[in-house]
Every structure is written in C-alpha cells, then in structure tokens.
C-alpha cells in the first residue's frame, strides 16, 4: 500500500537559516510526489510537484525539491527562511489508478524563531 | 476561476443531526475528492468521484456517512446522525482527469459537533 512518512513533526529554525523537511514514500511505481503547504485554518496550497524529468523541481516561494528514487524520498529545501514560511507542510503521493488521489504524509509543523 | 468553493466554512451542531457539507469544484475537473482532517489521523481520504461516479469509498468511515455528486459541478457530504468524533475539518479538493496533475483544494469546513 502507498505511505508517506514525514519524520519530523515539529521544526524550528531561525529566520534566514535554511531548511530541509523530509519525506519518505514507499509506491510500487513511478510516484507522482506533491508538497503542499498549510497556514493555520487555511487550506493546503501546492507548493511544488515531481511528474518525471529532472529530479530537482522548483516551487513557489523560493521552496524546492528533489526526488531520490534510491532513496524513496522527496525531501523539500529552501535557503533561506522566512517568518511567513510558518506553518505546516504536508508530502503526498498520487496514486495514479485512483485519479492521482493523494495520501498524505502526518506534516511538519515549521516555527520560524527571529 | 474561483478555485473549489466549499460551504459552510464553519459548522456547529448537536450530536444525533444531519450535517450536509457541499463543495463546487473547479469547472472542467473530472476527479473529486472528500478528505477529513484531525489532529489524531492526519488527513484521510473518505471518498473519491470520477465523472460524477463514486470510485472509492473505502474510506467512508461508517454508514452514517453519505457523499453524492449529482453533477459535474456540485457534491455534497452528509453526517447523519453526527456524532461528537466526527468533529474535524472537512476538505473537499478536484482535479483534473489524468496523471501528472495536482489536486486542488477548497478552504474546509470545520465541523463541530456538541
């Protein structure tokens, strides 16, 4: 069955530091790999996807992305923090023989200390 | 495009009513998907259509819950009677048919039942 595990449930990093969430999938195929972001009583905005091609994919608000398939993760990165980068960040996989539904992993919640 | 539209956003009743949640997706998506969030289980998958036909339900948590989609542009979930655990927010998300597309979701609707 498909899973997704985001091993950290809570992060903090200082503003301007960098970052690095980690997800870890487990899929028999090739995986379609989402990371979506989630503000407090908000919904969950895409910040970036992997179809194919090149395994480092760049998303929105300066995040990105890279897919390792020896290691069955899709860790997300971004240089610089910023303090509205907090909230929480949820990896998915999309299980193409159901319409690319999602399953999510639990998120990492972010706290971006000043 | 407005994006998926979910009503109510919020939702307080009684244990032992029917609660209807309802969600238009985004016009020309094919794939429709009822998720669930709680702090216990994260973000599940309680039902998914395709072209206006329920695909999987497995995740339907018991028979007091229903989910319709009677056209292309409109679903409805439905809790009866609601219970106090099924407090949590509702999300509603579509997305295009066919691989290499993300889901979109709406705002949710958090639901409290007292």
């Known amino acids: 069955a498909q899973s997704v595990t985001q091993p950290d449930i809570h992060i903090t990093v200082s503003e301007g530091a960098s970052l690095e969430l980690r997800c870890n999938y487990s899929?028999?195929?090739?995986?379609?790999l989402f990371w979506y972001v989630q503000s407090p009583g908000q919904g969950l905005q895409l910040l970036l996807k992997?179809?194919?091609?090149?395994?480092l994919v760049q998303g929105i608000k300066g995040f990105e992305a890279e897919f390792k398939r020896s290691q069955s993760s899709f860790n997300l990165r971004k240089p610089s923090v910023h303090w509205s980068d907090a909230a929480e960040y949820f990896c998915?996989?999309?299980?193409?023989?159901?319409?690319?539904?999602?399953?999510f992993g639990a998120g990492t919640i972010l706290r971006v200390k000043s | 495009d407005a994006g998926v539209i979910q009503s109510p956003r919020h939702e307080v009743t009684e244990m032992g009513q029917e609660v209807t949640l309802r969600c238009k997706p985004i016009?020309?998506?094919?794939?429709l998907f009822w998720y669930r969030q709680t702090m216990m289980r994260g973000l599940e998958l309680l039902i998914y259509?395709?072209?206006?036909?329920?695909?999987?339900d497995s995740g339907m948590p018991e028979d007091r819950f229903s989910a319709k989609m009677p056209n292309a542009s409109f679903s409805t979930l439905k809790i009866q009677p609601s219970e106090p655990r099924d407090s949590a927010v509702y999300f509603c998300?579509?997305?295009?048919?066919?691989?290499?597309?993300?889901?979109?979701f709406g705002q949710g609707t958090r639901l409290t039942v007292v």
């Open positions: 259509f395709n072209n206006n036909v329920p695909i999987d």
């Open positions: 016009s020309g998506h094919n794939s």
């Open positions: 998300a579509s997305s295009p048919t066919g691989g290499g597309t993300e889901a979109f």
């Open positions: 992997y179809f194919s091609g090149d395994t």
């Open positions: 998915a996989v999309g299980v193409r023989e159901y319409g690319n539904k999602l399953v």
């Open positions: 899929y028999g195929a090739t995986p379609y």
